[in-house]
């Protein structure tokens, strides 16, 4: 898979990798169960839940290459 970053459109992303839900949960987004993740990235999300989306990023490709 490659690199995830802020421009990552979450949708897509849960799409390729369902496991990376876990991610997010720990982050407090429910974005699996969320209409608005289908065409939001993971920077707008983050804007929106008050996240820090650089940690979240890092998260995400620090749990993809462990997995």
């Given amino acids: ?3 995830v970053t802020k421009d990552t459109m979450i949708g897509d992303l849960l799409d390729t990798d369902p496991a990376l839900e ?29 996240v820090d989306a650089d940690a979240l990023v890092k998260a995400l490709n620090a749990y993809e290459s462990a997995g």
């Fill in 22 to 50: 876990r991610v997010f949960l720990e982050y407090g987004m429910y974005c699996r169960e969320c209409s608005s993740a289908r065409g939001e990235t993971i920077e707008q999300a983050c804007m929106l839940h008050e």
């Fill in 1 to 3: 898979m490659a690199v």
